[in-house]
């Protein structure tokens, strides 16, 4: 069975085209127009609001062009087609990825300028080399020596250029280079002098947003990952090294940053979706979320005060969510089947397949039986969605569309 994508009219509004197709297998959905509903599908399922994805990928959009900055967005989220192309829509098509199953994947689908966002080992030295033939450019990571001379020993033996990043640290402390050594300097005028290395310029991740409180901390930590990177890019041009691009990223710093000069392209990617953590750190509204995880009451416990669903860590993950603003915040929030908010209700305790739901009041007599659906938003959405092999598209409650996701690393 294949499902039909959507495209746009001259309005910018979605046309959904007229065919239709049904198949009767169990692991798949039946798509009638305005027919399928959220309570039709099995449980759990992972379920995206195509309308809040449109609506997010353009303001997107639109800050990176008021930011003056060239938009390459994280597909790492969603890993669709689909998605991918509204992000890039209206800018110049590159996309960033964080597995080379990605990486061939949305070659395959027609980009053309990708960014393996992951520090490269040199064991995907030959994979990343054989992709790179097929698109325009295939950009790699680096922050060591060793790879640096692995990388080019690579593309001198194949005879081809492979274009390379330096991988900074700007505060997260997960990987790149420390921006204040001379050994940094140094590694970047090797890689930019070789012959068989395009050195692209410099990237960073500024993952430690994710430990703030608010949007006023969020705004902090932008500032500081730009004026990190603008300063390095400027150590290395007095030290005559090329740095074309200054490439930063973060959905928390790319949604409060107030200024980006000296910066090229930025790289957000959750913002697709956001969840519940980008809600408690302030990078959204719960309005803007667009995925979630359908589930069904399958134990009721009033004594307990609790609910048994059928989404556990293989549905939700074990993401412990933003303890650091609320120690209590459980995994997830608890929303309607329509998607509305259920005050007070925790997700207290996950197993492989089961969630506990805590109740803040006592259940009264008929209050959420067994067969109940809720809607979960997940504290990490790209680790929910990573979960699943397919997206149930919504419009309002209804079914318009599938989405696969590519799977692999």
Known sequence: MRFHSPSLNKSGRYRWRTGFSVSTSKDTLAWYPALVRVEDLGTPAALVDLD???????????????????????????????????????????????????????????????????????????????????????????????????????????????????????????????????DSVALAGRVGSSPHLDFRGILTHAGQSYRCRDAQEVRAVAAHERDVMVAFAGRLRRAAVRVDEISIGSTPTLAVAEDLAGVTEVRPGNYVFFDATQVAIGSCALEDI???????????????????????????????????????????????????????????????????????????????????????????????????DRYAVLRDCDVVDEWRPVRGW
Not at 52 to 67: D, F, H, I, Q
Not at 292 to 316: C, K, N, Q, T
């Open 290 to 388: 667009a995925f979630s995880v359908l589930v069904r009451v399958i134990g009721r416990y009033p004594s307990r005060r609790e609910l048994l669903v059928d989404g556990g860590a293989l549905a939700l993950s074990k993401d412990p969510g933003p303890v650091h603003v609320d120690p209590g915040c459980g995994f997830g929030l608890v929303l309607t089947a329509a998607g509305e908010p259920v005050p007070g209700m925790r997700i207290i305790s996950l197993s492989q397949e089961h969630g506990v739901v805590r109740c803040p009041h006592d259940l009264t007599a008929g209050q959420f039986p067994v067969g109940s659906l809720f809607r979960i938003v997940p504290n990490h959405s790209c680790l929910a969605a990573a979960l699943f």
């Open 52 to 182: 809040v994805v449109a609506r997010n990928t353009s303001r997107m959009g639109e800050r990176a062009s008021r930011l003056g900055v060239r938009l390459r967005p994280h597909v790492k989220t969603h890993k669709t087609i689909e998605a991918a192309r509204l992000q890039v829509r209206g800018h110049f098509g590159g996309i960033t990825v964080s597995t080379l199953a990605e990486a061939a994947f949305f070659a395959a689908g027609g980009f053309r300028d990708i960014t393996y966002a992951v520090p490269i080992p040199p064991a995907k030295l030959p994979e990343a080399a054989d992709l790179s033939r097929r698109l325009d450019r295939l950009s790699l990571l680096l922050d060591d020596s060793v790879v640096a001379d692995a990388v080019e020993e690579c593309a001198r033996e194949r005879g081809i250029r492979l274009s390379v990043f330096l991988k900074v640290d700007c505060g997260a402390h997960r990987a790149g280079v420390d921006p204040g050594l001379n």
